[in-house]
């Protein structure tokens, strides 16, 4: 059983452009949700998105989007990148938005220069 | 709003020893769940073990059991016959079971321990 699968796993932007990153969550998993990982801030939750619904998103401003298909899939935007948004964005899927099991893929290292 | 505490940024251990990790969390809710990630180098976030706030039994997956405290609010990880490849870091989180509002449904970290093994 395949796990939860992010692309691209390492990139670089510049400051100013766009980037999208994909989650592909186990399978049957219908809930996927995005954290972001920085040595000063920890790890801090992005959205949620269950059903092709954004249940609940974090205290980040609206350059950070996502949605979700309806095979369960997710992606994430960031437009006008930042120094900041440099990160490792972790994708996280379950069953549904209260299981008890999150299973988390490898992450997609940013690096925003 | 919950919160999730780790006072041990480091700790260390002898290969074959056990070592216990400590994580303190606050809430107001009876039911939650309770779990405890590994991150090595690769950065994936392994899960490692998960307690259920209802049971009173505490949880164990081989080398790996918790010390539940509910009234304490504390959820410790002990790692018996410590192994080089646990070395990592372990992060303690919280997540809601109340479905009423939808921004119970996220994870809660705290701000991890960084465990060494050495041989």
């Known amino acids: 059983k395949a796990g939860v699968t992010q692309t691209p796993r390492y990139l670089i932007k510049t400051r100013g452009q766009q980037v999208t990153l994909s989650c592909s969550p186990i399978s049957g998993h219908r809930s996927v949700s995005w954290y972001q990982q920085t040595p000063g801030q920890g790890l801090q939750f992005l959205f949620e998105?269950?059903?092709?619904?954004?249940?609940n998103k974090g205290n980040f401003p609206g350059r950070f989007s996502g949605r979700q298909f309806s095979n369960s899939r997710s992606e994430m935007n960031v437009s006008t990148l930042e120094l900041g948004d440099s990160a490792l964005y972790l994708c996280?899927?379950?069953?549904?938005?209260?299981?008890?099991?999150?299973?988390f893929g490898e992450g997609s290292w940013l690096t925003v220069v | 709003a919950q919160t999730v505490t780790q006072s041990q940024p480091e700790m260390s251990v002898q290969e074959a020893e056990t070592v216990t990790l400590s994580c303190t969390y606050d809430?107001?809710?009876?039911?939650?769940?309770l779990f405890w990630y590994k991150q090595p180098p690769s950065r994936q976030m392994i899960l490692v073990i998960r307690q259920e706030a209802y049971k009173q039994q505490n949880a164990t997956e081989n080398r790996f059991s918790v010390n539940f405290q509910k009234a304490a609010k504390s959820f410790s990880l002990k790692i018996s016959d410590s192994q080089l490849g646990d070395a990592a870091m372990y992060f303690c989180?919280?997540?809601?079971?109340?479905?009423?509002?939808?921004?119970?449904?996220?994870?809660?970290f705290g701000t991890g321990t960084r465990l060494q093994v050495f041989p």
């Open positions: 998105y269950f059903s092709e619904t954004q249940r």
């Open positions: 996280a899927s379950s069953w549904t938005p209260s299981g008890n099991t999150i299973y």
């Open positions: 989180a919280y997540r809601s079971v109340l479905q009423r509002s939808y921004n119970t449904d996220k994870l809660i």
């Open positions: 809430t107001s809710e009876s039911d939650y769940y």
